[in-house]
Structures are given as C-alpha cells and as structure tokens.
C-alpha cells in the first residue's frame, strides 16, 4: 500500500471508530453490556438518570452554554481538518499521479527518438 492511501484509510477510519468506542463507553456506563445488564433492563430509567445528573441549572446558564458551544466548535473544528487531510492526500495523490504520466510521456518521446534516429543511422539517412 503507498503511503498516501495509508494516510487516507486512517483518516477515513478515525471518525468511526471515535463515535463507535464512544457509544460502546457510553453503553457500557448504562449498563447495558457486562453482569449489570439484567438491572439496567429492569430499571433502565433509574440507570439513565444516575448517570445524567439531575441538576437545577439551566443551559442557558453562561457557563453551561460556553461548555456546550465549546464542545461544538470541538467536534466542528475537528471535523473540518479531518476532511481538508482527506482533500489534501486526494490532491497530493493527484499531483503523483499527473507526474508519472508526465513522466511517462517524456520517456516515451525519448524512445521514439531514439528508435527514428536508430532507424535513419541504420538506413543511412542523416
């Protein structure tokens, strides 16, 4: 595998792989896996409220807004430069792809010169 495809599948595979073990985490809070799960079927409420805390603050509260719309600009600033890394391996690999041709098309010039000059010296027209 070049390495530009390996950068891509990483970046690719990150992103699902964080909200995976996240949810898996946040199930795993719950109870929901493991020997507690026939206590969280059975009282899923009383797990799910011991787990979110009860509390009498509002969201509009400036420091519970701040943390929100900090965990926001988190998860959006993330996602932004997960996806300009994304564009920026598909053009890199571009632009090594347009050089190979290139490339290729500078050899195969040199060849066909070198096989008409091999010809004319052969026939013995310079």
Known sequence: MTPERLFWLANVTVLPAG??????QYLISLGVFGLTALMAIQDFA?????????????ILELDQAVALAGGFVTILFSLYYTFISILQSISDANEQQELRIQHFEVELQNRR??????????????
């Open 19 to 24: 909200l995976l073990s996240g949810s898996v």
């Open 46 to 58: 009383w797990r799910l409220k011991s787990f979110i805390p009860d509390t009498g603050i509002s």
């Open 113 to 126: 010169r070198a096989l008409i000059e091999q010809r004319r010296s052969r026939d013995g027209n310079f």
